[in-house]
């Protein structure tokens, strides 16, 4: 299991090794079954076209960046019209947000029992949590910066409330991983918290010149092992 692998890697590293490639690092930690899909005709029909929108925005970002995607690519690329395009989507940033939950929804959707099993070590489990969207974060830096810069100060929106839900769900997944066996304290959850908003902080600055992903990635964990460091020596709330 390549995520066995990954935890078993990183625990024998000190703070100051390199990060092993992504050849040899986890992909997606273990996840939880999918949600059953629509039954109804019409469901299925707006479900379809949905997924085409979201498919096509996503091709967008990934070939012509945020600031390149335009709604006529967008309805060109899906074949619907401009008009069809703003039902789903009332504005670029919620296109944006519309891609943004369809691509991070299964990195929350994880069996924490699992990763917690292969990954022992709460500094670990969490590494190996956040590592997909880091890597997808990677992929697109001038995308990311604008999807981390919407999640904390964009326009409210329906998308945008789906990607603060997933980024809560994130927290509390992460909140499971800091209590261990125990249910989690409001000082886990405050951890968990200040381990995802660094994270997006960090995140923010990959479209900086020169990033290098091992710094990066090594950075993140050097933050989240601080963080855990000032858990434990906090005094209880």
Not at 34 to 56: D, H, N
Not at 135 to 142: G, H, K, N, R
Not at 181 to 197: F, I, Q, R, T
Request: glycine content about 4%.
């Amino acid at each position: 299991d390549r995520s066995s692998i990954f935890c078993t890697t990183m625990s024998a590293q000190t703070p100051h090794q390199e990060r092993p490639t992504t050849a040899t690092s986890a992909a997606a930690p273990s996840r939880a079954p999918q949600a059953t899909p629509p039954t109804g005709r019409r469901e299925r029909a707006k479900a379809e076209k949905r997924a085409r929108i979201s498919a096509a925005i996503s091709e967008l970002l990934a070939t012509r960046g945020y600031v390149g995607m335009t709604t006529a690519d967008v309805s060109r690329l899906a074949k619907v019209s401009e008009g069809t395009v703003f039902q789903y989507a009332a504005s670029k940033p919620e296109m944006l947000m519309m891609a943004t939950a369809q691509r991070w929804r299964p990195y929350v959707e994880v069996d924490v029992d699992q990763i917690v099993r292969e990954c022992p070590r709460p500094l670990d489990a969490i590494v190996a949590i956040l590592d997909p969207i880091i890597e997808d974060s990677l992929a697109s830096p001038d995308t990311t910066v604008f999807i981390a810069r919407e999640i904390l100060f964009g326009t409210d929106g329906v998308y945008r409330r789906e990607v603060q839900a997933i980024v809560r769900d994130l927290e509390r997944v992460i909140a499971r991983v800091i209590a261990e066996d125990a249910e989690p304290s409001e000082m886990d959850e405050l951890g968990a918290k200040l381990v995802v908003s660094a994270t997006l902080v960090e995140l923010n600055r990959t479209r900086e010149k020169g990033v290098d992903p091992d710094v990066l990635h090594r950075q993140l964990r050097q933050l989240i092992a601080v963080i855990l460091a000032g858990m434990a020596d906090a005094p209880a709330l």
